[in-house]
């Protein structure tokens, strides 16, 4: 493993087909060449996730992202004139020149220009598109540290560029621009009305399709533990109730701290509790909790994407961990 990998080193690795660590605003990636489907076939193998899950490529600006897709509507051009680079992925239909492996075999492609300036730097000087999910195996947390990612994959990924900790620590917001209403497809920071400000109204969740996002699927995000949603108070009663049971038991609160509660207090603002719940989840995980008990978040607007992270975090798994 490399200890503190250069840009060149990263950029050698990737034109040798390997996949590698990459930092965005967001999570962590695991990217490999876009365009190189062993590359792409690795990255699956890597994480364990089933090969029609497609995944993002990322380009340096929209031009290039537009090259990508084999149709760029005047809501795309919008979108990513008002957004990028930033936490937005933008569902288009794919160009002929997209690898089946890439697309999961759909006829979309999904397209973002991450706004980390190491991702920047890198996808400026690679030229090319980079495919990269999030750097975690399939259905675990998204890693917002090179640590996290150094954890999931050692020896398997030896280069990881360290860009420090993700400044939004949530997945990005998923629009989809290839059906006759745009839709959005995953919450993440950027929300609804802002994105509809831009190109007006837009639909939400899954149209019923397969699973063509895996970040869409009912158990995801999810820690070793079980977690489960409550509000304070009962949350509180929860903590004594199964405490009492013996069982070892962890809350995850906002803003403030219960006496005799033992877990985490995050920020209470949307962007610290963002930028910071996965490492938190990713620490009492590690701390061997049976039981995680978050506090619901408020039911705003803005906070869609932390309730639709904790839901699939406190999901039921299904008999495979995923
Ligand atoms: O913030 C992010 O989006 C991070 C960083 C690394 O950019 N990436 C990420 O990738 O979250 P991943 O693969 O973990 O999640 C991307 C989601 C998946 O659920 C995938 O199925 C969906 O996007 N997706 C990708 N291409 C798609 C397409 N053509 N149609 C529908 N969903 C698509
Ligand atoms: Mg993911």
């Keep these: 493993m490399h200890a503190n990998?250069?840009?060149?080193?990263?950029?050698?690795?990737?034109?040798?087909?390997?996949a590698i660590g990459l930092p965005t605003e967001t999570v962590y990636g695991l990217a490999a060449d876009a365009h190189d489907p062993e590359a792409i076939r690795r990255i699956y193998a890597l994480k364990g996730r089933p090969s029609d899950h497609p995944l993002i490529v990322h380009v340096a600006d929209a031009v290039t992202a537009s090259r990508w897709a084999g149709d760029w509507p005047d809501a795309a051009e919008a979108l990513a004139e008002a957004f990028w680079p930033g936490p937005l992925t933008l569902i288009l239909p794919r160009a002929a020149s997209v690898p089946d492996e890439v697309t999961g075999g759909q006829d979309?492609?999904?397209?973002?220009?991450?706004?980390?300036?190491?991702?920047?730097?890198?996808?400026r000087?690679?030229?090319?598109?980079?495919?990269a999910p999030s750097a975690n195996r399939f259905g675990r947390i998204s890693p917002?540290?090179?640590?996290?990612?150094?954890?999931?994959?050692?020896?398997a990924v030896p280069i990881v560029l360290d860009g420090g900790e993700c400044e939004v620590g949530l997945e990005s917001t998923i629009v989809d621009l290839?059906?006759?209403?745009?839709?959005?497809?995953?919450?993440?920071?950027l929300s609804r009305p802002e994105i509809e400000e831009v190109i007006g109204p837009v639909a939400e969740g899954s149209d019923g399709d397969s699973p063509r996002a895996s970040g869409t699927l009912a158990s995801h995000y999810a820690p070793r533990a079980g977690v489960e949603l409550l509000a304070?108070?009962?949350?509180?009663a929860r903590y004594h109730e199964l405490t009492k049971r013996g069982q070892k038991v962890a809350a995850l609160l906002r803003g403030q701290p219960f006496k005799g509660v033992e877990g985490e207090v995050l920020?209470?603002?949307l962007a610290g509790f963002g930028h910071a719940l996965y490492a938190a989840l990713r620490r009492l995980d590690a701390r061997g909790f049976?039981?995680?008990?978050a506090e619901l978040p408020p039911h705003s607007a803005p906070w869609a994407a932390i309730n639709d992270r904790l839901r699939r975090a406190s999901a039921p798994r299904d008999a495979d961990g995923t």
């Design 108 to 123: 979309t492609v999904g397209l973002r220009v991450p706004s980390h300036p190491m991702a920047l730097a890198l996808l």
């Design 267 to 269: 920020p209470s603002d």
């Design 290 to 293: 049976d039981v995680l008990l």
């Design 178 to 189: 290839s059906g006759d209403t745009p839709r959005i497809l995953r919450p993440g920071k």
């Design 232 to 236: 304070r108070a009962p949350l509180v």
């Design 125 to 131: 000087a690679f030229e090319g598109g980079l495919a």
């Design 5 to 18: 990998p250069s840009l060149d080193e990263a950029l050698a690795a990737l034109r040798r087909g390997e």
């Design 144 to 155: 917002t540290t090179a640590q996290h990612v150094r954890e999931e994959f050692g020896d």
